[in-house]
């Protein structure tokens, strides 16, 4: 592989969202950020899950696999499918697929936040996806504390959050930089800062503290090529609270929340630049500190919509208002909404090469005509801005 790169699929009626991560090292780390393949065809033309499939690698026993799962929260849109297409369980377990079903997919190793833990109540359901992850992600991790010691493949886990004694050694604080994906150093290729879940605020009420949008992992990516640092801001649902809590922390450090690629915080929300209701208020305004920490792109930055298409009337999220909002940020040519490109009606995964000169567009691979959803071998790539 040339360069690495980073694919955003599109993405359902509800929105959702699924990001994969392939870096160009020895081992061609594959990383898998949220799940979110449904039933359907998107648009009657993209098979979400086919397109995945043909981007992954396949262990020595030709099982599909992803170094890595991390998952932002615990919404539907962003567990879809989770159950159906990957193996949640040890690899001791794994069933060959029949003739007419494809093979779960493997997960090396599984990331979340801390609340995994959190059981499920009258003011906080989960989804049978959201208990299957969950009931994964116990199996792992109590498979650490009882053996006390790093498991292999297929059982790992590590924990985004507040250490505890007991898992410390598999645990991420807040504000951390990992470089190390299923045991393996990747320093010189990928160094991620930790910005998001923030810390509980003073006086923050346990609503808003327990909110799944509020609990979204926000990562800052550096993927390096060459002496370039490609900036990706991956901030999955976090909301107008986290924006401002940010630009307080880090209007003097700005780099922290500098990007070449920004991910539109809740599929193009209108919530994660504004407090005011669209719908309520009169004259709803933009938070301008929110706005101030999601303005940090760097020269040539794309923002992308991993969202349905945007309309003028439509619900919220994705809103035009936002869209308005980021197109002050970067020009019309780099925002893409990802169900919108390259047309609403056959809509394509987004892909990004990561080079020496920031990340470049690929095109449009041409459909085969005996196999539909098989990927092309050459793409043709555009330049950074």
């Given amino acids: 592989m040339a360069t690495s790169t980073i694919t955003f699929f ?7 969202g699924m990001i994969l991560l392939r870096l160009n090292d020895a081992n061609q780390t594959t990383i898998l950020i949220d799940s979110s393949i449904g039933e359907d065809l998107i648009a009657d033309h993209c098979d979400v899950a086919q397109e995945l499939y043909d ?3 396949k262990d020595g026993s030709e099982r599909p696999y992803v170094d890595a799962f991390i998952l932002t929260h615990r919404h539907q849109d962003h567990l879809l499918g989770i159950q159906k297409y990957f193996h949640l369980d040890a690899l001791s377990e ?8 494809k093979p779960k997919i493997v997960i090396r190793e599984l990331w979340s936040t801390d609340i995994f833990w959190k059981p499920e109540s009258k003011n906080y359901i989960l989804c049978d996806d959201a208990k299957a992850f969950n ?7 109590n498979l650490y504390i009882d053996k006390k010691q790093m498991q292999s493949e297929g059982d790992r886990a590590i924990i985004i959050g507040k250490q505890e004694d007991e898992t410390k050694d598999i645990t991420y604080d807040i504000n951390s930089i990992f470089s190390k994906i299923n045991e393996v150093e990747l320093s010189s290729k990928m160094s991620t800062l930790i910005l998001g879940p ?3 605020q003073k006086n923050e009420e346990d609503d808003a503290f327990n909110d799944m949008n509020r609990q979204s992992i926000v990562f800052q990516m550096t993927i390096k090529e060459s002496d370039y640092d490609n900036k990706l801001l991956l901030p999955a649902d976090a909301e107008c609270f986290v924006w401002e809590s940010f630009w307080r922390l880090y209007k003097n450090d700005k780099d922290k929340l500098e990007y070449d690629l920004l991910s539109a915080p809740h599929h193009c929300s209108w919530h994660s ?7 309520k208020d009169k004259n709803p ?8 920490a999601l303005s940090q792109c760097k020269e040539g930055a794309y923002i992308v919509s991993q969202s349905k298409a945007i309309k003028e009337n439509d619900a919220d999220p994705p809103s035009k208002a936002a869209k308005d909002e980021y197109l002050k940020i970067v020009c019309n040519e780099q925002f893409i909404c990802t169900n919108e490109y390259p047309s609403e009606k056959k809509p394509e995964p987004l ?12 095109g449009i691979k041409e459909k085969s005509k005996i196999a539909i959803a098989a990927l092309a071998s050459t793409k043709e790539a555009y330049p950074h801005g």
Avoid: H
């Avoid at 009931?135 to 991790?141: G, I, Q």
């Avoid at 305004?285 to 101030?292: E, G, L």
């Fill in 94 to 101: 794994y069933v060959k697929p029949k003739e007419d079903e």
């Fill in 198 to 200: 923030l810390e509980r």
């Fill in 351 to 362: 892909e990004f090469n990561l080079t020496s000169g920031g990340p470049q567009k690929k």
């Fill in 135 to 141: 009931k994964e992600m116990k199996r792992r991790v």
């Fill in 55 to 57: 981007r992954l690698p």
């Fill in 273 to 279: 630049l504004s407090y005011d209701s669209q719908s």
């Fill in 285 to 292: 305004q933009i938070n301008k500190d929110a706005f101030s």
């Fill in 10 to 16: 599109p993405v359902g009626e509800k929105n959702g």
